[in-house]
Every structure is written in structure tokens, then in C-alpha cells.
């Protein structure tokens, strides 16, 4: 069975600390994603990677950053946490194109910045 | 740049009624189009998924879905809803020209009353 697996389904953290939400996915894919969810805003992609030690922005990367070492480990780092990246965060892989395969998804962690 | 509308955050059925969730994309290119269901704490499943061959995809759980280019449309439709299909419904565009990024739709919570 693929999979997905995120480090932590909930994490609650202080403002200003830094904080690390760890990806791992056992499918040799390419392609890994950070999406974070928001009631009515739907997934919005923070930062995806095509490869290891590559990484790009997605449409709000601000306060994120990101880091693959290896293939198969994407981690989303909060440099200083603050009370609105409070939210729930999706990690997913893909392999380069779409034609017989789609995108797979972690459980999510639920993160609240205090 | 693609883009994806969800036409109504909440929709309520009656167990054993049509489902239809609406989705419009726009894309500068022939696109992906994915629907994603989401259960209360859990990531993200694949419904289906359209990739330019037939325009009438079906998907798992009884779930199909049509690819109206004219439209620019990918209604999810569901002849009889049954009280396992509450959840929330994402539908999500992908160009490989953007790399193969999904972009997602605000999503639409299902209601299944008895």
C-alpha cells in the first residue's frame, strides 16, 4: 500500500518558535507538495519540489521554508511561528505526470500556534 | 494561471437523492482534473480523475464526473446518496506546463440526511 506519512497529526507550539512538519513518502516519487487547508479556502500550495535539493514556491510561501535532502523527505519549516499559520497542513507526492497515477496525500497535521 | 470554482461550500441531500457538486476551472492549456473526498480527520482520496481520454470518468464509491471543455466544467454527480458520502469534496486542476501543481477549489461539505 503507498503512503504518506506525516510526522505529527497534531502540534501545538508557542509564537516565535520554529517549527519542523516532517514528510516521508515510500513511493520513489519525484514530486512532493505542501498544501495548507483553511475552512473555505480550500488546499493552497506553500512549496512544492521537483527533485531532491530542488525547491519552489507555491502561491503563499511567506513565513515557510523548505528542505529535501532526500528523495524521499519533504520538511516544512516555520521559521517564526505565529498565530496565523495556525492550520492544517497536507503533505503529497506525485511521480512527473499525471497520465496514470495521481497525486497522494498524508493524514494532515493540525497545527496551532498559541 | 489555472484556477478552480466550487459552486456552494455546503450542500445538504436526502439519503437515496442525486448528489451534484459543481466545479468550473479555467486553463490555458488542456487540463487534469481531479476530484478528492476528504472524511473528518483523515487526507485526502482520490474520487477520479480526468486526463484527455474519455469525457465521462467513473470514479470509486459510485461517484462520475464529465469533462465539458465548452463549459470549462466537472460536475461530480452521484445517482443515490448514501449517509457514508458525508464528507468534504475538493475538485483540483493540474497543468504539466505548471508543472504538475494541483490547484484546488474551496471544497463542498456534503450533508446526507435520512
Known amino acids: 500500500d503507498v503512503k504518506v506519512t506525516q510526522s505529527s497529526r497534531y502540534l501545538v507550539k508557542r509564537t516565535g518558535e520554529k517549527v519542523f512538519l516532517e514528510c516521508v513518502q515510500d513511493?520513489?516519487?519525484?514530486?512532493m507538495f505542501w498544501y495548507r487547508q483553511d475552512p473555505g479556502l480550500g488546499l493552497r500550495l506553500i512549496y512544492f519540489?521537483?527533485?531532491?535539493?530542488?525547491?519552489e514556491k507555491g502561491d503563499i510561501p511567506e513565513g515557510y521554508s523548505v528542505s529535501r535532502e532526500k528523495k524521499e523527505r519533504f520538511s516544512l519549516i516555520l521559521e517564526s511561528a505565529s498565530t496565523n499559520q495556525t492550520s492544517m497542513y497536507l503533505c503529497?507526492?506525485?511521480?512527473?505526470?499525471?497520465?496514470?497515477?495521481?497525486?497522494?496525500f498524508g493524514q494532515g497535521t493540525r497545527l496551532t500556534v498559541v | 494561471a489555472q484556477s478552480v470554482t466550487q459552486l456552494g461550500s455546503h450542500v445538504s441531500v436526502s439519503e437515496g437523492a442525486l448528489v451534484l457538486l459543481r466545479c468550473n476551472y479555467s486553463?490555458?492549456?488542456?487540463?487534469?482534473l481531479f476530484w478528492y473526498v476528504q472524511y473528518p480527520n483523515q487526507g485526502l482520496q482520490l474520487l477520479l480523475k480526468?486526463?484527455?481520454?474519455?469525457?465521462l470518468v467513473k470514479g470509486i464509491n459510485g461517484f462520475e464526473a464529465e469533462f465539458k471543455k465548452s463549459e470549462t466544467s466537472f460536475h461530480l454527480t452521484k445517482p443515490s446518496a448514501h449517509m457514508s458520502d458525508a464528507a468534504e469534496y475538493f475538485c483540483?486542476?493540474?497543468?504539466?506546463?505548471?508543472?504538475?501543481?494541483?490547484?484546488f477549489g474551496g471544497g463542498t461539505r456534503v450533508l446526507v440526511k435520512p
Open positions: 503529497a507526492s506525485s511521480p512527473p505526470t499525471w497520465t496514470n497515477t495521481e497525486a497522494f
Open positions: 513511493m520513489d516519487h519525484e514530486n
Open positions: 519540489s521537483y527533485d531532491v535539493k530542488m525547491k
Open positions: 486553463s490555458s492549456v488542456p487540463p487534469y
Open positions: 480526468y486526463t484527455s481520454a474519455a469525457t
Open positions: 483540483a486542476v493540474s497543468e504539466e506546463a505548471a508543472g504538475n501543481k494541483l490547484t
